[in-house]
């Protein structure tokens, strides 16, 4: 499938569909999204980076100081993810809206680590080759990499597959950050 900014995703057979109590919402795809011209690489790219932080964490924090919740679920394996990781998230400008309106997580689909949310562990699924909490949050759609956005009280606002380059996920990051998804579809906000 040839799209204009969705370059590709790495895909995975798709394991059985778990349980998210996530609300229907518009969902964010390349036929939705505007194509975008070729960024050029600035000497300022490394002014401002990421704040990562461990899922854990970013419930800790949204408990003391709200914040919406960005997720990038990807793989090791994942040369999208590895593109994504290389050039839109060291954009100053992702960067800064990320870390204004965001607590920005990174979990590994495949990690072994357990995690622990609310008192419940998420763990590894082998029968998925996947970790739980991302089957989760994919709602079983295994496609990397994959942001998911959450809002203040950690519930799904929605996930959205595939690459996006830095100035289309400037873009998606201010619908979700500055609330524009509240009053207004994706295709009113992008036009």
Known sequence: MSLPFVLGACNKSTPPSTSANAPATEVLTAETT???KPQVATADKAAEKIQWLTMEQAAERIKTEPRKVFIDVYTDWCGWCKKMDKDTFTDPKVAALINKHFYAVKLDAEGKEPITLNGYTYTFKPE????????????????????VYLDEQFNMI???????DAKNFAQVLSYFGENHYKTQSWKEYSE
Not at 128 to 147: C, D, F, I, N, R
């Open 34 to 36: 505007p194509a975008a």
């Open 128 to 147: 998925y080759k996947s970790h739980e909490l991302a089957v989760a949050l994919l709602q079983g759609q295994m496609s990397y990499p994959t942001t």
């Open 158 to 164: 929605t996930p959205v597959p595939g690459y996006l």
